[in-house]
């Protein structure tokens, strides 16, 4: 059976070479086009951050007083408050 392969791809050498050169092309868009959207979305963050005042690259958190002892909280009453991305909060809590 490989003989005949063998023998079948001697007999079309220029075809067997283009089907091979096009798979080795086809595989290296597939493996570069990632790597290539990571390089540019990096390129974009890097631009992004470095052009952003250092108000806009802070986080800030507040800390949240219970009456009844007068101690700061934050975990009780910040997390009820926390929602996911594309969620919008509840705001019944």
Excluded: K, W, Y
Excluded at 27 to 38: D, F, G, H, K, N
């Amino acid at each position: 059976m490989i003989a005949l392969i063998l023998t079948m791809v001697r007999a079309r050498r220029v075809q067997a070479v283009t089907v091979l050169l096009l798979c080795v092309f086809a595989t290296a868009a597939a493996v570069a086009a990632p790597v290539a959207v990571r390089a540019v979305e990096r390129g974009i963050v890097s631009t992004e951050v470095s052009a952003a005042t250092s108000a806009q690259r802070s986080l800030t958190l507040n800390t949240v007083e219970t009456q009844s002892s007068g101690q700061t909280n934050l975990e009780e009453n910040a997390t009820p408050r926390c929602h996911r991305r594309g969620q919008p909060p509840d705001v019944n809590q």
